[in-house]
């Protein structure tokens, strides 16, 4: 029917990957594969203790990490027609995995969107939510190599790229109506220091944006997020000869804080947002070699 691969890492957390790991041995799958290339003693002991449960494969630690190269390994280690990738600090319902291997008859690749509390599991999806991701999805493997597996050209944020890409070539991914628990809520953005983090992170991940765009897999209108913060910089540069024009904060303002539906999430996520636009000459620099 299908298998199940879980990456684990150098910088996994032993305490969120005995969660996971727990999720995975009960889900509806045919085999549960752990691929290994932490090096860690402490997560070796822990893997071994499964061993009657999982097929564990231990691997070097990755010069460089290459997130497309990470998922074309994952591939490698399938045999079935349907693999469900699920990374070690996420807990899927085993309810949802049925449900995402139905889908994939009809969609090739099915993911469940994050919650960040056992509460937010059971809210529905908001409307117009669509943020693909690769830690607790489904995959029809066969599709999956006839469009060549993952291009590692995109060392992150392959999960997009896998979505545009199926997209261009006519398949429909889809989403689940349900969701999985992520146990690290960085991405969540809840406090000062996780906006600082995803901040630093978003220094690259322009580079990547321009790419799709580049290779023809998604129209402009993809850079819409760019258009609104990047209006942040206009305004500020151009308020400079022209003080009155400072004045259009406030619809900008007021647009971003309706978005993120109150102050706070606005302004925690401002920082990413301005990051994000502020690396752009870098990553047209990327995009011309």
């Given at each position: 029917m299908a298998q199940?691969?879980?990456?684990?890492?150098?910088?996994?957390?032993?305490?969120?990957?005995?969660?996971?790991?727990s999720s995975a041995v009960s889900q509806p799958v045919?085999?549960?594969?752990?691929?290994?290339?932490?090096?860690?003693?402490?997560?070796h002991r822990f893997l071994s203790s499964y061993k009657d449960k999982i097929t564990y494969i231990r691997d070097r630690r990755m010069k460089k990490v290459n997130m497309a190269r990470l998922r074309n390994k994952m591939l490698d280690l399938t045999k079935d027609k349907f693999v469900i990738m699920m990374d070690s600090d996420v807990v899927i319902r085993p309810d949802h995995t049925r449900e995402m291997i139905a889908k994939l008859s009809e969609h090739p690749y099915v993911w469940l969107h994050y919650a960040y509390s056992e509460?937010?599991?059971?809210?529905?999806?908001?409307?117009?939510?669509?943020n693909p991701n690769l830690g607790c999805a489904a995959l029809n493997v066969e599709v999956i190599r006839s469009v060549g597996g993952f291009d590692e050209k995109y060392e992150r944020d392959e999960d997009v790229w896998l979505y545009a890409k199926l997209r261009k070539m006519g398949y429909s991914p889809?989403?689940?109506n349900g969701k999985c628990l992520h146990l690290n809520d960085l991405h969540a953005r809840k406090t000062?220091?996780?906006?600082?983090?995803?901040?630093?992170?978003?220094?690259?991940?322009?580079?990547?944006?321009?790419?799709?765009?580049?290779?023809?897999?998604?129209?402009?209108?993809?850079?819409?997020?760019?258009?609104y913060f990047g209006s942040y910089y206009v305004l500020g540069i151009a308020s400079i000869f022209l003080p009155i024009i400072s004045i259009?904060?406030?619809?900008?303002?007021?647009?971003?804080?309706?978005?993120y539906r109150?102050?706070?999430?606005?302004?925690?996520?401002?920082?990413?947002?301005?990051s994000l636009v502020l690396s752009v000459p870098y990553a047209i620099l990327e995009n011309l070699k």
């Open positions: 199940l691969v879980m990456p684990v890492g150098p910088n996994d957390k032993l305490e969120w990957l005995k969660v996971s790991l045919d085999e549960v594969i752990i691929y290994d290339n932490s090096e860690r003693e402490d997560i509460s937010e599991m059971d809210t529905p999806l908001s409307k117009g939510e669509n889809s989403t689940l000062f220091r996780s906006s600082l983090i995803e901040a630093k992170r978003n220094l690259w991940r322009s580079k990547y944006d321009l790419r799709l765009v580049r290779d023809g897999l998604v129209d402009i209108t993809f850079l819409t997020g760019y258009v259009l904060y406030v619809p900008v303002i007021a647009t971003g804080m309706y978005y109150g102050p706070k999430r606005y302004l925690l996520n401002l920082l990413p947002g301005l």
